[in-house]
């Protein structure tokens, strides 16, 4: 996907996380560019994001969420 995106192969790689604590983040290579986080959508999480949207409006370069479904 990155590379269909006009990402160079040797500018960046992706790498699975296998969980958040320490010694698992340790195994990450280090620099980290981003972190896709992919999780099954529910009705509960959808109505989150919608209040979370719709309370900020702040694009200062934080955090990007971008809803993709396969």
Same mark, same amino acid.
Request: glycine share 8%; proline share 7%.
């Given at each position: 996907?990155?590379?269909?995106?006009?990402?160079?192969?040797? %500018?960046?790689?992706?790498?699975?996380?296998?969980?958040?604590?320490?010694?698992?983040?340790?195994?990450?290579? =280090?620099?980290?560019?981003?972190?896709?986080?992919?999780?099954?959508?529910? %009705?509960?999480?959808? %109505?989150?994001?919608?209040? =979370?949207?719709? $309370?900020?409006?702040? $694009?200062?370069?934080?955090?990007?969420?971008?809803? =993709?479904?396969?």
């Amino acid at each position: 996907f990155l590379w269909g995106l006009g990402v160079s192969p040797d %500018e960046a790689e992706c790498f699975d996380v296998y969980g958040l604590d320490e010694e698992l983040l340790g195994m990450v290579p =280090q620099p980290v560019l981003a972190v896709l986080f992919l999780y099954p959508l529910t %009705e509960k999480s959808e %109505e989150e994001r919608i209040r =979370q949207d719709a $309370s900020t409006k702040d $694009s200062s370069g934080g955090p990007y969420f971008m809803k =993709q479904t396969v």
